[in-house]
T-cell receptor
Framework: DTGVSQNPRHKITKRGQNVTFRCDPI?????LYWYRQTLGQGPEFLTY????????KSRLLSDRFSAERPKGSFSTLEIQRTEQGDSAMYLC?????????????FGPGTRLTVT | AQSVTQPDIHITVSEGASLELRCNYS??????LFWYVQSPGQGLQLLLK??????LVQGIKGFEAEFKRSQSSFNLRKPSVHWSDAAEYFC?????????????FGSGTQLTVLP
């Protein structure tokens, strides 16, 4: 059983550039979540997919952020026109879509540094 | 909206000593509660969870936590700490009522273990 994987693990980009991250969830999990974690803080919810449908987005997710989950498998998170404030760890998690769907399994994260 | 408070930013204990990490939550009903651990460069690993039933829950690595409704607390304990327990610990509450069931995390407690 492979856990949740994320690529790349690290990304350094210049302000104004676009970046895209990928998340591969646990294969039988139909729910997929994106969180952002800044230094000294706990993860904050960004968005959530059930299968291929994006069902909820946090107010933290500005118009520059877009997430997709085509075919209900892997997901991508794109940030356009990056800003220094976007520097953070971006975490992906997956879970089963049942009553205990909150039991989420996290990937190692993608650390983004915007210079 | 739910919230989680971890009052201790940093705790230092000696190896072999007992440990208690505090967590207080705010939620309108019986919540789903979790403790995760995060080591440097690693993703979040689930230590234990509370959904219902017995208020004392056992987790991995010798950890346990007790749900106290009257105190809105879910403190994490371990009778004898090992050097490998040094990490950051996050308490989280799951949204039972919403469809997304996203997690709301506390800001974490950094644990240092002295030899």
């Amino acid at each position: 059983d492979t856990g949740v994987s994320q690529n790349p693990r690290h990304k350094i980009t210049k302000r104004g550039q676009n970046v895209t991250f990928r998340c591969d969830p646990i294969s039988e999990h139909n729910r997929l979540y994106w969180y952002r974690q800044t230094l000294g803080q706990g993860p904050e919810f960004l968005t959530y997919f059930q299968n291929e449908a994006q069902l909820e987005k946090s107010r933290l997710l500005s118009d520059r952020f877009s997430a997709e989950r085509p075919k209900g498998s892997f997901s991508t998170l794109e940030i356009q026109r990056t800003e220094q404030g976007d520097s953070a760890m971006y975490l992906c998690a997956s879970s089963l879509g049942d009553a205990r769907g909150s039991e989420q399994y996290f990937g190692p994260g993608t650390r983004l540094t915007v210079t | 909206a739910q919230s989680v408070t971890q009052p201790d930013i940093h705790i230092t204990v000696s190896e072999g000593a007992s440990l208690e990490l505090r967590c207080n939550y705010s939620y309108g009903a019986t919540p789903y509660l979790f403790w995760y651990v995060q080591s440097p460069g690693q993703g979040l690993q689930l230590l234990l969870k509370y959904f219902s039933g017995d208020t004392l829950v056992q987790g991995i690595k010798g950890f346990e936590a007790e749900f106290k409704r009257s105190q809105s607390s879910f403190n994490l304990r371990k009778p004898s700490v090992h050097w490998s327990d040094a990490a950051e610990y996050f308490c989280a509450v799951g949204d039972v009522s919403g469809s997304a069931r996203q997690l709301t995390f506390g800001s974490g407690t950094q644990l240092t273990v002295l030899p």
